[in-house]
């Protein structure tokens, strides 16, 4: 099974989709294969791992590889990162070259500490000058040719709460969407995410805006979207293992999960080599299979899979012939 219909048509559908449910960008998890199951279950906008300004720039071949649009994905985004305005000028227009996607994303808002190290990501929200000069620069890269979005935090910590001000800068710079996540950098996922922070930055700016975080069934969706205003919820974490939150469901049984899973997998291995996708394999399969009775018996069987076919044994085990 090469898409993802089968299983569309198997999940009866107890509410209407969400129609402005994002997939978020996370490094490690949303290449082609996974976003590509996400559009089929009714994402509207799909984005790139995070990929390095740099390191475009100066042809990494790994970087390359993450720019592609999959199949389906008629709202593509690819993010960039990085602190330098002309070094993100020069890769947006390089992207722009070589896939043409709907969006160029800004990522000012990653909290891990080699990318804060690096003065990229959220470390960006304690620079506001520095904000406005590379969107300004890569809005002039960018031109007509994509639109441009920014992806910040609520702050960069609890002593500087400054998403407001920096979605601002943005607008005024040329960014034409605003992504806050409702937290600081130095809370990286723990504690709750603050709507509230939200809500104040769709109020103070005229372009659409995106609420991230804490997002992991359809009525958080809803309640996220009602209670900021936001035009778009952007799904991240609740995604993984979970391509069905973007129809507006909850996770199906097991026979279901099996069957996506292996479908991205096998796309996965189309895509990548079959050890490079079995290899990758090992996480997502188990999010498939996270919160089933009987399934973390085959985490260790999952950890060693090295082939499709291991792959399928341990599907066969779990739910019979496929």
């Known amino acids: 099974m090469n898409n993802f219909s089968e299983a569309q048509k198997s999940a009866a559908v107890e509410r209407p989709a969400i129609s402005a449910l994002c997939l978020a960008p996370m490094a490690g998890v949303t290449d082609v294969a996974f976003r590509e199951v996400c559009v089929s279950f009714g994402a509207v906008q799909t984005c790139s791992e995070m990929v390095s300004a740099r390191a475009l720039v100066y042809q990494d071949k790994k970087s390359l590889t993450l720019l592609p649009r999959g199949k389906g994905e008629t709202n593509y985004a690819v993010q960039l990162f990085g602190h330098e305005p002309e070094l993100l000028a020069a890769a947006a227009e390089k992207v722009i070259a070589l896939e043409k996607p709907d969006w160029l994303d800004l990522n000012m808002g990653c909290p891990t500490g080699k990318i804060i190290r690096n003065g990229d990501g959220a470390a960006l929200m304690q620079n506001p000058r520095l904000v406005g000069e590379i969107v300004a620069a890569v809005r002039s890269a960018v031109g007509g040719s994509a639109k441009l979005s920014v992806k910040i935090r609520k702050g960069f910590?609890?002593?500087?709460?400054?998403?407001?001000?920096?979605?601002?800068?943005?607008?005024?710079?040329?960014?034409?969407?605003?992504?806050?996540?409702?937290?600081?950098?130095?809370?990286?996922?723990?504690?709750?995410?603050?709507?509230?922070?939200?809500?104040?930055?769709?109020?103070?700016?005229?372009?659409?805006?995106?609420?991230?975080?804490?997002?992991?069934?359809?009525?958080?969706?809803?309640?996220?979207?009602?209670?900021?205003?936001?035009?778009?919820?952007?799904?991240?974490?609740?995604?993984?293992?979970?391509?069905?939150?973007?129809?507006?469901?909850?996770?199906?049984?097991?026979?279901?999960?099996?069957?996506?899973?292996?479908?991205?997998?096998?796309?996965?291995?189309?895509?990548?080599?079959?050890?490079?996708?079995?290899?990758?394999?090992?996480?997502?399969?188990?999010w498939y299979l996270r919160g089933l009775r009987g399934a973390t018996r085959l985490r260790d069987k999952i950890s060693r899979v090295t082939t499709l076919g291991e792959l399928r044994g341990i599907a066969v085990e779990l739910c019979g012939n496929l």
Not at 249 to 273: F, H
């Open 157 to 286: 910590d609890n002593g500087n709460i400054n998403a407001v001000e920096i979605a601002q800068i943005a607008e005024a710079n040329g960014a034409q969407r605003i992504t806050v996540h409702g937290r600081t950098a130095k809370q990286l996922y723990s504690g709750l995410s603050d709507s509230s922070i939200i809500r104040e930055v769709k109020k103070a700016v005229s372009v659409p805006v995106v609420a991230n975080g804490d997002v992991f069934s359809p009525r958080d969706a809803e309640k996220l979207l009602q209670y900021t205003g936001a035009d778009y919820a952007m799904v991240g974490r609740g995604a993984m293992g979970n391509p069905w939150i973007f129809a507006g469901l909850e996770a199906p049984g097991l026979y279901e999960r099996v069957t996506v899973a292996l479908a991205q997998i096998s796309r996965a291995a189309e895509l990548k080599g079959e050890y490079v996708a079995c290899l990758e394999a090992r996480k997502h399969f188990a």
